[in-house]
């Protein structure tokens, strides 16, 4: 087994696996002892307030669900009457819950359209079927947002103004957009996008309440009025914003705000291919740029541009085909080929609420050879990129093979600065296509491997097939969450795994896994099972399937053809993780030290007195509610604040950075002895999470931070105060 974890982790792995084979017993995935069914063929169907409605089930079209951060899921479902058969007008409702118990229907079929006037129904224009869109989006605060056709008999309704978009909260959703309406900054012009049939990657809201969207208008609409011939096309825009105060970002044939003159392109293709909204309300997107119109015009060689809309300041570039490449000696960010076909490819989850972005490129000129080191990975924010892998580096963990190559789709990154990607190896020194694909995770310049084609995989006799295309995730939590065809042995077909540097491989889905559906009742799962539904963005860095605590939301089948909505809790191992390093090494924030005081590896920023700065440690269990903060290399006897945040931030904070945000709380004043200091210690009534106000076992995350008096006028003037790194504490 080639992956990476510590002794005792080994050991344990080894042992269970060892007591499966030696009781002759198979193993089994998480899911069938810590999955939780939300909902699964045959169940009764809940109305808005979670009361069954009289003969009602559920059908066997449960469509892929999203997850928000609290452990709920959003999916549309078919409904079911054995009494009175539904009609295709009200046969499918979208769903909100966390399990059986708390699930409740957002919307049915056929119902009153949310916020509109009196009549106007969630139907097809024509009214003969339900429209109910079955690509929904959740932000992680848990606002829905899912698009339907509209109907009220031909009154006000019509071919132009049919498509809806409606969002917020459970209970109080309202239409946010509509085909027909007017799209700011067009001069009148009027949308003409399927919002009942919403893009998940082109359309979506984060928790603030902003959207983002990519859309089509109407041809002939607005001053200049839309056309789509080439070389003057402008029927396509990007806006950002709340509703009712969208911005226009971009539109083709226009100047692209922030640039130099370039105008946006002005023909068929599309405006943008790739778009993401983080909790900052910053928005990335990539843009095309015309060759003929603007002053200067672009050039095929550089007219792809990757860019940030930051609120009130517009448009920013964080990098442009034809830019200096970092970490390399005179590459450019250039196709291979000089037909300048270039682009930077993303995953979905690419765009962090730190304002880093990872991505994929093509390298050309310089220190470049075709074939050998062409292709490379880069991390980063505006102004601050640089480079993660290249074609060609040593892959950690096998013997000294390079890297031929990475998998565009699945290259990310979370805020704790680790990245995770896919790649293939070069067929020599040893190599097989048996073997030639992998999965490496870690710190740039200091990976390991997750798994690599060809291994054993634990607690199986199977082996691990092709890691080149199948999903993977990365949370917060440093938890790599990955889909493995394995071959042969006991345990063959699709499978989905999760790891850690603590307790390595787990396998969360086995293909034939034993699912307890009802008391007494067990399905076996269906080998295409185990995906889970989408890679799209939640806003907060993460996919919307893969939340920051290790909650797994995906669509199951059965090997009778029957369907569930589940999700599987796999709390992170190491429930203490530090972050927010002020060592000048930590790429899980772009705001450094503010004066270059770096500290050493794994502190804070350094103080007057401590070069190496101070640090902040945890220990004790959530499970018997005995943790305990400790703060250390503070000068001797100042004074410190123990703080709490329910939120990251990306701030300079006196002599240091601040992480910890959002609802801060002051747990306690301190006064160190020797430059340290607890909180809670002897004098204490009350414990962290009580003086916190979170809940052990909830799966709550709190991010904690001390800072401390430390004023020394000529050290970093003017600030008197500096601050530890932090810790991350899974409740």
């Known amino acids: 087994m080639n992956t990476q974890h510590t002794h005792g982790a080994r050991l344990a792995v080894f042992a269970t696996s060892l007591a499966a084979l030696a009781s002759g017993a198979i193993a089994q995935g998480l899911i069938t002892t810590t999955g939780t069914i939300v909902a699964t063929t045959t169940d009764p169907v809940p109305d808005s307030t979670g ?41 499918r409702g979208m769903f909100y819950g966390s399990s059986r118990a708390t699930l409740r229907m957002a919307a049915r079929g056929g119902d009153q359209a949310p916020s509109m006037a009196p009549g106007i129904l969630l139907r097809t224009t024509a009214g003969t079927s339900s429209s109910l869109s079955g690509t929904p989006r959740v932000s992680p605060d848990g606002r829905l947002w899912w698009g339907s056709q509209i109907y009220d008999g031909g009154v006000t309704v019509t071919t132009t103004n049919n498509s809806a978009l409606f969002a917020g909260p459970f209970g109080s959703q309202s239409l946010v957009l509509r085909s027909g309406d007017v799209a700011p900054g067009t001069g009148g012009a009027n949308f003409s996008e399927a919002f009942a049939a919403p893009a998940q990657a082109f359309l979506g809201m984060n928790q603030n309440g902003v959207m983002f969207l990519r859309a089509v208008l109407a041809t002939g609409s607005g001053t200049p009025a839309v056309n789509t011939t080439t070389g003057t096309n402008n029927s ?25 003159g370039e105008v946006a392109i002005d023909n068929s293709n599309s405006l943008s291919f790739h778009m993401e909204l983080n909790g900052a309300d910053r928005l990335l997107f990539d843009i095309t740029l015309s060759t003929t119109q603007g002053v200067p015009a672009a050039t095929a060689a550089n007219d792809r541009v990757l860019m940030v809309n930051v609120p009130v300041l517009g448009n920013q570039v964080l990098v442009r085909e034809s830019d200096v490449a970092p970490g390399t000696s005179g590459g450019t960010f250039n196709s291979i080929s000089v037909t300048d076909n270039w682009g930077p490819s993303l995953a979905q989850n690419a765009w962090l609420r730190t304002s880093e972005v990872i991505f994929h490129t093509e390298l050309r000129g ?7 080191n062409d ?11 640089s480079m993660v892998s290249r074609r060609g580096d040593v892959a950690f963990g096998t013997g000294g093979a390079t890297y031929n190559g990475f998998n565009t789709s699945n290259i990310l990154h979370n805020v704790t600065g680790h990245v995770v990607f896919q790649a293939f190896l070069n067929l020599t020194g040893g190599v097989t296509s048996a073997d030639d694909s992998g999965i490496w995770y870690g710190l740039p310049g200091s990976l390991q491997l997750v798994a690599r084609e060809g291994q054993s995989m634990p607690g199986t006799t199977s082996t691990c097939g092709a890691l080149n295309g199948a999903n993977v995730f990365l949370n917060d939590a440093n938890q ?41 009742v067990f399905k076996p799962i269906n080998s295409s099972t185990g995906v889970p539904g989408n890679t799209i963005s939640n806003t907060d860095g993460a996919a919307m399937t893969f939340g920051h605590d290790g909650t797994v939301a995906m669509r199951v089948s059965f090997t009778d053809n029957t369907r569930a909505i589940m999700t599987v809790h796999v709390p992170p191992s190491s429930l203490f993780q530090p972050f927010c390093f002020g060592d000048g090494l930590d ?46 290399l503070m000068p001797a006897t100042s004074s410190c604040i123990y703080l709490q945040g329910d939120t990251l931030e990306d701030t300079s904070f006196g002599d240091g950075v601040r992480c910890a945000g959002g609802s801060l709380i002051r747990l306690r ?23 916190g106000g979170v809940v052990p076992g909830s799966a709550a995350v709190r991010y904690y931070q ?26």
């Open 51 to 91: 009361t069954p409605i009289a003969n009602v089930t559920f059908g066997n079209t449960l469509d892929d669900c999203v997850l928000d951060a609290t452990g709920n899921v959003f999916f549309r479902g078919q409904l079911v009457d054995s009494v009175t058969p539904v009609t295709g007008v009200n046969d």
């Open 236 to 260: 396509q825009g990007l806006w950002v914003g709340p509703p009712g105060g969208l911005v226009l970002v971009a539109r083709k044939s226009d100047p692209v705000q922030g640039l130099g």
């Open 366 to 372: 310089g220190d470049t050879v075709a074939g050998v």
């Open 375 to 385: 292709k490379a990975i880069y991390r980063g924010g505006v102004g601050s990129l």
């Open 480 to 520: 790599v969450l990955f889909v493995s065809t394995l071959a042969g042995g006991d345990r063959s077909g699709t499978s989905l795994w999760i790891w850690d540097e603590v307790a390595g491989l787990r396998a969360v889905v086995f293909n034939n896994d034993q699912v307890e559906v009802s008391p007494g």
């Open 587 to 632: 790429m899980g924030h772009t705001t450094p030290c503010p004066c270059a005081n770096n500290g050493a590896s794994g502190n804070g920023c350094a103080n007057s007195v401590n070069p190496s700065g101070a640090n902040l440690s945890a220990s004790g269990s959530t499970t018997l509610d005995d943790v305990t903060l400790g703060g250390s």
């Open 669 to 691: 004043t301190r006064f160190n002895v020797g430059g340290a200091s607890t909180f809670p210690n002897s004098t204490d009534t009350i414990t962290l999470s009580a003086r």
């Open 706 to 731: 001390t800072y401390y008096r430390n004023a020394a006028p000529l050290f970093c003037p003017p600030e008197t105060f500096n601050v530890t790194n932090g810790v991350r504490v899974t409740w």
